[in-house]
């Protein structure tokens, strides 16, 4: 008779709490290293963000459209011995992004420093030296700085102690577009080395200037695209997730964390399912996660308190359509600035106002992948930052359709003069539904603001402080929002839970 396995014979196992791209890449990895894993999601669909809408024969990512930093998805493949390649293609985009102004002004932002460079000559060919100077600069915090900071969890101060020194060396207390300012006088350049911030919740005015480290590594790993849209990669991470093990839950909203003390006992859901779990790690939004889901503990009321005082991202309006047509002199990603950028930036972040004036991020992921439109038409998305629904609460079913006209309107007058004439298919999401249908708090896209106040140690940490079986993921925690940050927080989070419990 084989004798009963011993405590540290048995195999542990994790609960996992939203099916995104950090809950999948925190599934890979745990069930990667012998922990049996579940992950649980209230959806039909797994993805979170990274959705899909399928309209009139016409294809929609409610996610990104491109992708930085592939490898750090292919890694998930290549801890069991797996190649990304055999579940998901990718196709490499071509420029990286492209801004044009009202006054018609185009700067296109590409992996070839040359071709910047003669970019930067055409607005203003003093600005050279300075552009070299925050490529330095850039480089340097990718190097020094970004690769130590995403590879850190900041459970205590001491571990940010550790860090001051670097942070100072960086300027840390500058921001982006200030470190940007004094290296270049051209507002069109500041805007175009500055405005990335706004992809992950952070505003260029204020964030901590160290994220320009994002301007080299997506000029390193190049800006790629996923054939058959974003959405093909979450079903690649599933299919990798299942193929070693793992286990799916859809369709089964988690309604409590049960608890004894300090330690959850018990995953409940909608249908009545109690998971048990040696641990349990949430990527979902941390408002939902405190005020509801650890509603009773104490625990859960006084982090949401504390969690509803911070700065939250801004929301965004975002445009889907289709459209008959092909443009392939338009970029598969562009920003269009309005004609103020720091005067927008403020009413946007701080006085939460719906200005006049907008700046629209527009993909058109069909010149890249003409397989998600019917034949010769194209795929569009415009996405508009706006505040949050705490600091504009307006009515966004009666503001919706007229803001959408507007966008409309401005995407016309720049490149398509007979849009609405074109258009198949459209239809909008406005913060009530990134609230309602996403579980985002005030329909914020990127949790917590990247500020410096809020960074590091300074924000929810990947382990809770009070229940020690709680861990979390994904763009609240650190190291923030964005794909390369999720991604590097999976990889924190799953350490951290390999070392407590294997």
């Known amino acids: 008779m084989t004798p009963a396995p011993t405590p540290a014979q048995e195999k542990k196992s994790a609960i996992i709490i939203g099916a995104g791209i950090g809950g999948l890449a925190l599934g890979i990895r745990l069930q990667s290293a012998g922990i049996a894993t579940t992950i649980v999601e209230g959806k039909e669909r797994a993805g979170g963000g990274a959705g899909i809408f399928v309209r009139d024969g016409f294809t929609f990512d409610t996610g990104p459209s491109t992708l930085t930093s592939p490898d750090s998805f292919a890694e998930l493949w290549r801890l069991t011995g797996q190649d ?250 562009m920003f269009l600035p309005g004609p103020r950028f720091t005067g927008l930036m403020t009413d946007i972040f701080q006085h939460g106002l719906l200005s006049a004036d907008m700046a629209i991020f527009l993909d058109h992921p069909t010149v890249t992948d003409p397989s998600l439109a019917p034949e010769g038409c194209s795929v569009f998305r415009a996405t508009v930052p706006v505040p949050h629904m705490g600091k504009l609460p307006i009515d966004w079913q009666e503001q919706g359709p007229l803001y959408a006209e507007r966008i409309l309107q401005e995407i016309g007058h720049r490149l398509i003069p007979d849009i609405e004439e074109r258009i198949i298919t459209r239809f909008h999401l406005a913060p009530p539904d990134y609230a309602a249908d996403f579980g985002l708090w005030r329909g914020s896209l990127n949790s917590l603001e990247p500020a410096l106040s809020q960074s590091g140690w300074m924000r929810p940490h990947n382990r809770d402080d009070v229940i020690p079986n709680l861990y979390l993921a994904g763009a609240g925690t650190h190291p923030g929002a964005g794909i390369p940050a999720v991604l590097a927080g999976a990889r924190i989070t799953a350490q951290m839970i390999q070392k407590d419990i294997l």
């Open 84 to 333: 990304m390649a055999q579940d998901v293609a990718l196709c490499p985009v071509a420029p990286h992004l492209r801004l044009m102004w009202p006054d018609g002004t185009q700067f296109d932002i590409s992996a070839d420093d040359t071709a910047i460079k003669q970019e930067i000559a055409r607005l203003d060919s003093s600005d050279l030296a300075g552009y070299e100077r925050f490529t330095n600069y850039s480089t340097e915090a990718l190097r020094g700085l970004n690769r130590q900071w995403t590879a850190t969890s900041f459970t205590d101060f001491p571990s940010m102690a550790k860090m001051l020194p670097t942070l100072m060396q960086m300027q840390s207390w500058r921001s982006v577009y200030g470190l940007v300012s004094s290296t270049v006088r051209n507002e069109y350049l500041r805007q175009a080395l500055s405005f990335q911030t706004l992809l992950y919740g952070g505003n260029p005015l204020t964030t901590p200037a160290w994220h320009a480290a994002g301007w080299r590594l997506e000029q390193e790993s190049g800006l790629w695209a996923v054939r058959g849209g974003t959405h093909r990669l979450i079903a690649a991470m599933i299919t990798q997730f299942e193929r070693i093990g793992g286990t799916m839950r859809l369709g089964d909203p988690v309604v409590r964390l049960d608890t004894i003390g300090d330690r959850i006992t018990a995953v409940v859901t909608q249908d009545g399912w109690h998971g048990e779990a040696d641990t349990i790690a949430s990527t979902v939004d941390l408002m939902r996660l405190y005020s509801e889901l650890l509603a009773s503990h104490p625990r859960g009321a006084k982090q949401a308190e504390a969690l509803s005082r911070k700065h939250w991202s801004p929301s965004a309006f975002t445009l889907f359509f289709g459209m008959r047509g092909t443009w392939p002199g338009i970029a598969h990603r």
